[in-house]
């Protein structure tokens, strides 16, 4: 869903012009990404819920928004060199230039809000557009789609310092070490040797344990509403978008 999400917002930003970008518009843009690409959901009961989760979040994105902001990057893969051999890379959901000719970076969350916002991601981030660009990087905001929620912090030149220096000392540490403990956690599905990796169970255990609360309801509603026969089965309900 969180793909379907920032790609629709991408194209919403990017290709829709200002006059045409109401409510309508967004979830079309939606419905022709979720069409696309509709494998991983249990049944079309789940996937249902899922879309009209997404359709909420969008829906009420746009009564927070200016929509006739024209970003200055869009779901955008950037790369910089900190120091000699070492290069990070990352993606931003969105960048906006602010009037002062400073950067804002935006993150998109589908996801609930942490108690307390982690501002590292971004910081780097910032880091990587500092080395690329002649405009400094001001602001930081994280947008929760699902409340409605924005976290913003202004971003000062020793914050950035810091974490510079925090990304030197890791890479150090990473460079001199020699023996890997896994650690299992969300991260494990982008990685390559997750199939040889002896904490392969526990990443599975860890993502089904996480907090998806539409599956956790989807699983509360069919133990609640299942039939006491096996011989029948209650009618899957056609998703919206088809």
């Given amino acids: 869903m969180?793909?379907?999400?920032?790609?629709?917002?991408?194209?919403f930003f990017s290709i829709v012009p200002v006059e045409q970008r109401t409510a309508d518009t967004l979830v079309t843009l939606?419905?022709?990404?979720?069409?696309?690409?509709?494998?991983?959901?249990?049944?079309?009961?789940?996937e249902r819920r899922w879309y009209e989760k997404a359709v909420s979040q969008l829906r009420g994105f746009l009564l927070q928004q200016e929509l006739t902001v024209q970003p200055f990057m869009l779901e955008a893969p950037i790369e910089a060199e900190i120091t000699t051999g070492l290069v990070l890379r990352g993606r931003v959901d969105r960048v906006d230039k602010e009037s002062s000719g400073s950067l804002h970076i935006?993150?998109?969350?589908?996801?609930?809000?942490?108690?307390?916002?982690?501002?590292?991601?971004?910081?780097?981030?910032?880091?990587?557009?500092?080395?690329?660009?002649?405009?400094?990087?001001?602001?930081?905001?994280l947008h929760y789609l699902s409340?409605?929620?924005?976290?913003?912090?202004?971003?000062h030149g020793e914050e950035l310092q810091r974490a510079a220096w925090d990304l030197l000392r890791t890479a150090r540490?990473?460079?001199?070490?020699?023996?890997?403990?896994?650690?299992?956690?969300?991260?494990?599905?982008?990685?390559?040797?997750?199939?040889i990796c002896p904490a392969k169970g526990k990443a599975y255990e860890q993502d089904i344990e996480?907090?998806?609360?539409?599956?956790?309801?989807?699983?509360?509603?069919?133990?609640?509403?299942?039939?006491?026969?096996?011989?029948?089965?209650?009618?899957?309900?056609?998703?919206p978008i088809c």
């Fill in 30 to 46: 939606l419905q022709k990404k979720w069409r696309r690409y509709r494998i991983g959901f249990r049944d079309r009961l789940e």
């Fill in 210 to 239: 996480g907090d998806f609360e539409l599956w956790r309801d989807s699983l509360a509603n069919l133990t609640a509403q299942a039939p006491a026969s096996h011989s029948s089965n209650p009618p899957l309900v056609e998703p």
């Fill in 147 to 155: 409340p409605g929620t924005i976290k913003t912090t202004e971003l």
């Fill in 106 to 141: 935006i993150d998109y969350k589908t996801g609930k809000p942490p108690e307390q916002p982690d501002w590292t991601q971004l910081q780097l981030l910032a880091l990587i557009l500092s080395r690329r660009f002649p405009y400094p990087v001001n602001k930081l905001s």
């Fill in 2 to 11: 969180a793909n379907h999400v920032h790609e629709a917002l991408r194209d």
């Fill in 173 to 195: 540490s990473i460079a001199r070490e020699k023996h890997y403990t896994a650690t299992a956690g969300p991260h494990c599905f982008n990685c390559d040797f997750l199939q």
